[in-house]
T-cell receptor, first 115, second 113 residues
Framework: DTAVSQTPKYLVTQMGNDKSIKCEQN?????MYWYKQDSKKFLKIMFS???????INETVPNRFSPKSPDKAHLNLHINSLELGDSAVYFC??????????????FGPGTRLTVL | AQKITQTQPGMFVQEKEAVTLDCTYD???????LFWYKQPSSGEMIFLIY??????QNATEGRYSLNFQKARKSANLVISASQLGDSAMYFC??????????FGAGTRLAVHP
């Protein structure tokens, strides 16, 4: 039983293309997140949705657009891909967006390589 | 601004020995959570342990314990009886606004036989 799943696991594409990454969680959580891990392994929050509503939008180029069709799904669409977008993108989910304790469950990651 | 600092880019330890991975944090919020995650070479993020800012006791989970020193703003991870499978990247993180996780730069741990 996969808790947080992402597709695809690997994505290799050319500069300028548009691509999407999908995320689904079956934990019944209310909140989902996208994190980016760069080549130096640094992890940074990009977006968060709570019950389909965008609640965190960090300083991310507007070529990145998240979409949450329901609270179990959070997709990430990237337009006009650039070399610097190459990274591992992690989806995560947690029970709620408030409180100090809220373990986040991570998906397996999507390794995006832009050529 | 909230910040996590991990000053050890790499550590090594002999199998069966204990190791401490350092983490200091900075926040002005009175209520926060501190987490440690493990990332093996396969890439997934594995939750290890949690400490709440109001918890009086240090958290423990099996061979993992969190040495929480609130006044010093430190949350070091102690791994006892290291195993070869503990070789991985370890990330310290804290909760920020809307429960986002703010991560440190990570420490790469190598366990030698």
């Amino acid at each position: 039983d996969t808790a947080v799943s992402q597709t695809p696991k690997y994505l290799v594409t050319q500069m300028g293309n548009d691509k999407s990454i999908k995320c689904e969680q079956n934990l019944g959580h209310d909140t989902m997140y996208w994190y980016k891990q760069d080549s130096k392994k640094f992890l940074k929050i990009m977006f968060s949705y709570n019950n389909k509503e965008l609640i965190i939008n960090e300083t991310v180029p507007n070529r990145f657009s998240p979409k949450s069709p329901d609270k179990a799904h959070l997709n990430l669409h990237i337009n006009s891909l650039e070399l610097g977008d190459s990274a591992v993108y992690f989806c995560a989910s947690s029970q709620a967006s408030g409180g100090s304790y809220n373990e986040q469950f991570f998906g397996p990651g999507t390794r995006l390589t832009v050529l | 601004a909230q910040k996590i600092t991990q000053t050890q880019p790499g550590m090594f330890v002999q199998e069966k020995e204990a190791v401490t991975l350092d983490c200091t944090y900075d926040t002005s919020d009175p209520s926060y959570g501190l987490f440690w995650y493990k990332q093996p070479s396969s890439g997934e993020m594995i939750f290890l342990i949690y400490q709440g800012s109001y918890d009086q006791q240090n958290a423990t989970e099996g061979r993992y314990s969190l040495n929480f020193q609130k006044a010093r703003k430190s949350a070091n991870l102690v791994i006892s009886a290291s195993q070869l499978g503990d070789s991985a990247m370890y990330f310290c993180a804290m909760t920020g606004g809307y429960n986002k996780l703010i991560f440190g730069a990570g420490t790469r741990l190598a366990v030698h036989p």
